[in-house]
């Protein structure tokens, strides 16, 4: 069965490259110019990943991207941009981005993006699985399949990446786990860029349990990371 792509794009020769390219290589591709009715088509399409641009019409692609969270939190999402700046990284994966490519780019290493992206959903659905649907964490409980975080003070719905990294402590609870085998299980790679990423979804993991007495993500200096619960 052929993967699907949802691809929202403006540029009308950049979108022509990339569909007829992808379709080629064996993708069914959706084409949209922008993400006014993304509900519906991610509901009608049911796609197996996203691609967004960033800079759309009527609204941008990190809002797409939270709305595509809203319907399935597991779902993929590589964003094609110029935007770099470190706040537009760290918005764009605050927003359910699994992952970014600059523009301008090649459709060979655009390909492998997809290809490692949809390896890693399979790779996360196993490791999410690894756990019981309940986590009890002091008064704190994580729901790994539901992408829920629940706190004395309410419910926090966590990123498919952000449950991939709580899912990993938790198997690791009050042991280490090294830096480099967390980077190659979630992301697929160590590199620097997804490197930065997890340091970003680790301040985030922390801010979480901030309050929580008994619960700490201990940074190892050249290691990893040691999640202490007790």
């Not at 399935?72 to 094609?80: A, G, T």
């Not at 970003?200 to 050249?222: H, N, Q, W």
Request: some cysteine; charged content about 25%; proline content about 4%.
């Amino acid at each position: 069965m052929k993967k699907r792509v949802l691809y929202i794009e403006d540029e009308p020769y950049l979108a022509r490259i990339v569909k007829d390219t992808l379709e080629l290589k064996g993708y069914e591709v959706m084409h949209k110019k922008d993400g006014v009715k993304i509900m519906e088509d991610v509901s009608a399409f049911s796609p197996d990943i996203c691609l967004l641009d960033i800079m759309l019409p009527h609204i941008d692609g990190f809002a797409i991207a939270n709305h595509i969270r809203n319907i399935n939190p597991h779902l993929p999402v590589i964003f094609l941009t110029a935007k770099v700046q470190t706040d537009d990284l760290v918005k764009g994966f605050s927003s359910g981005g699994t992952d970014y490519l600059k523009k301008p780019f090649s459709m060979e290493e655009l390909i492998v993006r997809i290809e490692n992206q949809l390896k890693i959903m399979n790779r996360d659905a196993t490791s999410l699985h690894a756990l019981p649907e309940e986590v009890i964490l002091k008064n704190y409980k994580f729901y790994p399949r539901k992408f829920e975080l629940h706190a004395p003070s309410g419910i926090t719905k966590l990123s498919n990446r952000e449950s991939q990294i709580l899912a990993m402590l938790c198997i690791h609870t009050n042991n280490t786990i090294d830096r480099r085998e967390l980077l190659q299980i979630v992301w697929g790679d160590d590199s620097f860029f997804n490197s930065r990423n997890l340091d970003v979804y680790i301040r985030k993991l922390r801010g979480y349990f901030s309050v929580a007495d008994g619960i700490e993500i201990i940074t190892l200096k050249g290691k990893g990371y040691h999640f202490v619960v007790g």
